[in-house]
């Protein structure tokens, strides 16, 4: 009877002790999130600190303290939801894991902000706003704050709704609503907002029709014919040309402008010459590496996973390059009229400003940027590594296009409606080829069109979030800029 008793004890105590463990590991799970968030407040806070050590703390100084603080929440918002545009379909496509993806994004990203992050930028954010209206100095520093702030906002309601989208746009709603704010509707330069809101139809048009077109071609010419390898060894190296030629053009314009003023012309030429030499150099590595491999699909993923990495890593070399700006350009702008008293056009970000820009974008994306990247690498349409590259490789040569042709665009845009594209294009080109199947079997075994119809490879939920997204990022940026103007004019700045 004592054993009897004794071994219930211990069942009950196993029993307690198991229930213990499952309470440690839900309060472990639920706490999980918090802990992003304190070393987002951490850096958030050492960015205010940086800011006060360098405007030597000085009383007129708390304006750039606070300025900075913003910055760095720009920042990590802008590595949490834009970067997963460029690592989204590669870790989608099962060519990098979520852990090398965000280690290469955070190398590449720190790299572009500081080697070829530019050293000046417009202070009213592409010309949106008249700088008239913005001419007291006071008035002006409130603005940018109040932008930097409003635009740090949408993007992080937006990742928190599992939506990527412009952080281009978001900056530029909110200058024009600080501006409208500061001095009336007149200020805003519509015909530019016109510009812009055009390109939120532009951009993912361009990107999607050059991604479907580049998978089109692929299927064409490498994965529907008899002996895929021999076609691979022809048209991979091609292909790895192209991406060379479209990023050493798209690098040259972005990030060689700190060292020489570069036109669309010279960068053609810089990328056609790195096109020619990529492909000289790829085709007997393609060789090498297609030797021995079956004559099947799987084989020419191989093939294709080693142009996709080095593409992702140099999509998110030349955004960090470009995108910086977004984060760093109004507080830049703050410390230049804090310091001289007057408002610029243009005006040079300091290196320690570009460093807090540089290191909230690697913060924001180690933290939060799996969400989004998995969202837009797995969860839009099913990706490969043919796919994928077909993604990467139009973002560059769209915004090469876009650049050419005058054309305001997003690569925000241009890299999801790349991802869309690949899968409207798989939609139609799989009911063309159910069709010409159905009509040769007897009827009794046909499938009926309304059934083909249920089967899409593009989820409809999460492309009408992203549109819906788009659509509204700017204006619901502008409404929260007028917004966070009124209150710090009420707080005193």
């Not at 309060?27 to 999130?33: D, E, I």
């Not at 920042?75 to 060519?95: E, F, S, Y």
């Not at 692929?218 to 479209?246: C, F, H, N, Q, S």
């Not at 007057?342 to 180690?366: D, F, T």
């Amino acid at each position: 009877m004592t054993d009897d008793n004794s071994t219930r004890r211990w069942k009950t105590l196993d029993q307690d002790l198991n229930r213990l463990s499952r309470l440690e590991a839900a309060s472990m799970h639920s706490a999980r999130p918090l802990v992003g968030v304190g070393i987002s407040l951490v850096f958030v806070t050492l960015a205010a600190l940086a800011a006060a050590i360098f405007t030597g703390g000085e009383p007129q100084g708390l304006a750039v303290v606070v300025a900075a603080a913003f910055g760095a929440y720009m920042a990590l918002n802008i590595g949490a939801n834009d970067v997963a545009n460029n690592m989204g379909p590669a870790v989608g496509a099962r060519a990098l894991s979520m852990l090398g993806a965000i280690a290469i994004a955070a190398i590449c990203e720190s790299l572009g902000a500081l080697l070829a992050g530019g050293d000046v930028v417009s202070t009213i954010s592409k010309g949106i706003v008249d700088p008239a209206g913005l001419s007291d100095t006071l008035v002006f520093i409130r603005a940018m704050m109040a932008a930097l702030l409003a635009a740090s906002i949408w993007v992080n309601i937006a990742t928190w709704v599992g939506a990527p989208v412009s952080t281009t746009h978001a900056v530029v709603g909110g200058v024009m609503g600080a501006g409208i704010a500061a001095a009336g509707l007149g200020t805003v330069s519509w015909p530019t907002m016109s510009a812009i809101a055009a390109s939120w139809v532009i951009s993912p048009l361009l990107g999607g029709i050059i991604a479907a077109g580049m998978l089109a071609f692929i299927k064409w010419r490498v994965i529907y014919v008899e002996d895929k390898i021999a076609a691979a060894r022809r048209w991979v190296p091609v292909l790895i040309g192209i991406m060379a030629a479209a990023f050493a053009a798209y690098l040259a314009l972005k990030g060689l402008k700190k060292i020489v003023d570069i036109d669309i012309g010279t960068a053609l030429l810089i990328g056609a010459a790195a096109g020619v030499l990529f492909w000289a150099v790829s085709t007997p590595f393609i060789r090498r590496q297609s030797e021995g491999l079956e004559n099947r699909n799987r084989s020419l993923k191989i093939l294709f996973r080693l142009p996709l990495v080095v593409s992702a890593g140099l999509l998110s070399f030349a955004h960090g390059a470009n995108d910086v700006a977004n984060a760093v350009g109004p507080l830049a702008a703050v410390v230049y009229a804090q310091q001289s008293a007057g408002v610029a056009g243009e005006v040079s970000i300091p290196l320690w400003v570009m460093i807090i820009g540089a290191l909230g974008i690697s913060v924001g994306l180690v933290l939060f940027g799996p969400k989004l990247i998995g969202m837009v690498g797995g969860q839009i349409t099913k990706l490969n590594p043919m796919r994928a590259y077909c993604v990467a490789l139009s973002a560059a040569v769209t915004v090469i296009a876009a650049s050419w042709l005058g054309l305001p665009v997003s690569s925000t845009h241009i890299a999801v409606g790349g991802v869309f594209g690949v899968g409207f294009f798989r939609e139609w080109y799989v009911e063309r080829r159910a069709r010409r199947i159905n009509e040769t079997r007897p009827p009794s075994q046909r499938i009926a069109r309304q059934e083909r119809a249920r089967r899409k490879l593009v989820r409809r939920s999460h492309f009408m979030t992203v549109i819906a997204a788009w659509v509204i990022t700017v204006p619901a940026a502008a409404l929260l800029s007028g917004l966070c103007f009124w209150m710090l004019r009420l707080l005193g700045f």
